[in-house]
């Protein structure tokens, strides 16, 4: 699986805030760090576990979640990655970077660093 495609994949699962959109894409043994959060998450069932609690507590707090494609621009430069931005497009909160094995997912990291705000912007936000 290319990069780009499972990107895509993660941007309409944070557009539509629906786990089950990423399941398909994902390694039994995907593992899951956020440089917010000290634990990593190391299997598929515990991440979808996290995404299916998460993911319905955005969406009833009524902030819009907004998903686009994007580019880091320092440090990995040419790096494809999905810039989050939550309340409106303007409001960039993070930066989620991906690798692949195969035809999955074997890792996802939720950054500050490098900031949505040092990545290429698309406009494009796939559904």
Request: proline share 6%; net charge neutral.
């Amino acid at each position: 699986m290319e990069k780009v495609q499972a990107l895509r994949a993660c941007d309409q699962m944070m557009n539509n805030l629906d786990p089950e959109i990423i399941e398909p894409y994902l390694a039994d043994n995907v593992q899951y760090s956020s440089q917010t959060v000290l634990a990593e998450m190391k299997s598929k069932q515990e991440y979808m576990a996290y995404l299916r609690q998460k993911l319905p507590v955005i969406k009833a707090s009524g902030q819009r979640v907004y998903a686009e494609m994007g580019t880091v621009k320092r440090g990995m430069p040419n790096e494809p990655c999905v810039v989050l931005a939550q309340g409106s497009q303007s409001n960039r909160i993070a930066t989620l970077l991906i690798e692949t094995r195969g035809d999955k997912i074997s890792r996802i990291t939720m950054c500050v660093i490098p900031h949505p705000n040092d990545c290429l912007h698309s406009g494009e936000y796939p559904n």
